[in-house]
Antibody
Framework: AVQLVESGGGLVQPKESLKISCAAS????????MYWVRQAPGKGLEWVAR??????????YYADSVKGRFTISRDDSKSMVYLQMDNLKTEDTAMYYC?????????WGQGVMVTVSS | DIQMTQSPSFLSATVGDRVTINCKAS??????LNWYQQKLGEAPKRLIY???SLQTGIPSRFSGSGSGTDYTLTISSLQPEDVATYFC????????FGAGTKLELK
């Protein structure tokens, strides 16, 4: 069965950094684009970042709200995707979901909570 | 950037009702529109991809339609387990979610 398991969330202060991780299994990770989507408490969904596959040069894309502060990366040898979050702001407080899939497949993790507060 | 306007934001309906939820894009998104269901405390789940293709395992009472800038999710006969929040997502240019529709039973 497909699994995406996020980890590394927690409470940090504004301007601090945090790196969250997502461990994938049950599908051919190296062939899959990976995404991070977040959801602030009681709010809607916001796409955060995307990373493509090796044949696509691991191209990365970011929402304007995080560009220059967040970095998505992947390690195909470990079937892991990461989100390095720097200069965190209170408005980055959210549940962060790791997600993947293609035209016919759709996979989501259970999410990891990141709280930015002084 | 493409904006997605979803309506209504809240919907109350009776079991057996036909329910429709709409999303309007700020420009043509060429049918690159997905629909997601999110139950309380759970991750989202994709119901429909590319306007009208039903995700495997999703009941046939869910359907999607639309073109250009206007898209609709229809539940043909509402069931108690359909209580959830529904989101649209355009993936024609970048990715933009609608604000969501909270569906409850009357």
């Amino acid at each position: 069965a497909v699994q995406l398991v996020e980890s590394g969330g927690g409470l940090v202060q504004p301007k601090e950094s945090l790196k969250i991780s997502c461990a994938a299994s049950g599908f051919t990770f190296s062939n899959a684009a990976m995404y991070w989507v977040r959801q602030a408490p009681g709010k809607g969904l916001e796409w955060v970042a995307r990373i493509r596959t090796k044949p696509n040069n691991y191209a990365t894309y970011y929402a304007d709200s995080v560009k220059g502060r967040f970095t998505i990366s992947r390690d195909d040898s470990k079937s892991m995707v990461y989100l390095q979050m720097d200069n965190l702001k209170t408005e980055d407080t959210a549940m962060y979901y790791c997600t993947s899939g293609g035209t016919t497949s759709d996979y989501w993790g259970q999410g990891v909570m990141v709280t930015v507060s002084s | 950037d493409i904006q997605m306007t979803q309506s209504p934001s809240f919907l109350s309906a009776t079991v057996g009702d036909r329910v429709t939820i709409n999303c309007k894009a700020s420009q043509n998104i060429n049918k690159y529109l997905n629909w997601y269901q999110q139950k309380l405390g759970e991750a989202p789940k994709r119901l429909i991809y590319n306007t009208n293709s039903l995700q495997t395992g999703i009941p046939s009472r869910f359907s999607g339609s639309g073109s250009g800038t206007d898209y609709t999710l229809t539940i043909s006969s509402l069931q108690p387990e359909d209580v959830a929040t529904y989101f649209c997502l355009q993936h024609n240019s970048g990715y933009t979610f609608g604000a969501g529709t909270k569906l409850e039973l009357k």
